[in-house]
T-cell receptor, first 108, second 115 residues
Framework: RKEVEQDPGPFNVPEGATVAFNCTYS??????FFWYRQDCRKEPKLLMS???SGNEDGRFTAQLNRASQYISLLIRDSKLSDSATYLCAVEAGTALIFGKGTTLSVSS | DAGVTQSPTHLIKTRGQHVTLRCSPISGHKSVSWYQQVLGQGPQFIFQ???????GRGNFPDRFSARQFPNYSSELNVNALLLGDSALYLC??????????????FGPGTRLLVL
């Protein structure tokens, strides 16, 4: 099992759709979890930290399930500007372990 | 406030050469991490430095080395370049060593092409 695995993409959705990404991790000792957004040929930018109780930021909701070792990201009312690659990152000591990313394409 | 800065932005080298990449963290941040991102993959951890000491190392060969300076800036050195070293090299800065939702903020990266 890979350390961090994400849903394979791409996800192609119309504007206004709700889309969910899942990410599983193998290290049960990990304590910190993040979602980053990466635009083409740019650096990853923090979208959300993921807290054990789940957290919401506008149209974005992140959840953590420690028992099943997965985190999720829900995007409601998708915008064209949400088109990007979404990277799941899991803390492993001093490092962040990233998934391969899931590409989202939102069309009008 | 300035974010993480990296130089150069792009670099072309030939096989066997060496390269030095530079990173300045966000002001007040004491930790710098380096990642390699090849096309189609997520970033892969190379090193973390905190207070000028190496605190973590990923699964990379000894051709890769790094150091951190008293002002917390950092250099990544790669010797004997291979075609497979072509990638986006990302520097990430954080206030301390990580854990407890410590966030890493990424610089714009250096895009290295090895011919």
């Amino acid at each position: 099992r890979k350390e961090v695995e994400q849903d394979p993409g791409p996800f192609n959705v119309p504007e206004g759709a709700t889309v969910a990404f899942n990410c599983t991790y193998s290290n049960s000792a990990s304590q910190s979890f993040f979602w980053y957004r990466q635009d083409c040929r740019k650096e990853p930018k923090l979208l959300m930290s993921v807290y054990s109780s789940g957290n919401e930021d506008g149209r974005f909701t992140a959840q953590l399930n420690r028992a099943s070792q997965y985190i999720s990201l829900l995007i409601r009312d998708s915008k064209l500007s949400d088109s990007a690659t979404y990277l799941c990152a899991v803390e492993a000591g001093t490092a962040l372990i990233f998934g391969k990313g899931t590409t989202l394409s939102v069309s009008s | 406030d300035a974010g993480v800065t990296q130089s150069p932005t792009h670099l072309i080298k030939t096989r066997g050469q060496h390269v030095t990449l530079r990173c300045s963290p966000i002001s007040g941040h004491k930790s710098v991490s380096w990642y390699q991102q090849v096309l189609g993959q997520g970033p892969q951890f190379i090193f973390q430095y905190y207070e000028k000491e190496e605190r973590g190392r990923g699964n990379f060969p000894d051709r890769f080395s790094a150091r951190q300076f008293p002002n917390y800036s950092s250099e990544l050195n790669v010797n004997a370049l291979l075609l497979g070293d072509s990638a986006l090299y990302l520097c990430a800065s954080s206030f301390s060593l990580g854990g407890n939702q410590e966030t890493q903020y990424f610089g714009p990266g250096t895009r290295l092409l090895v011919l």
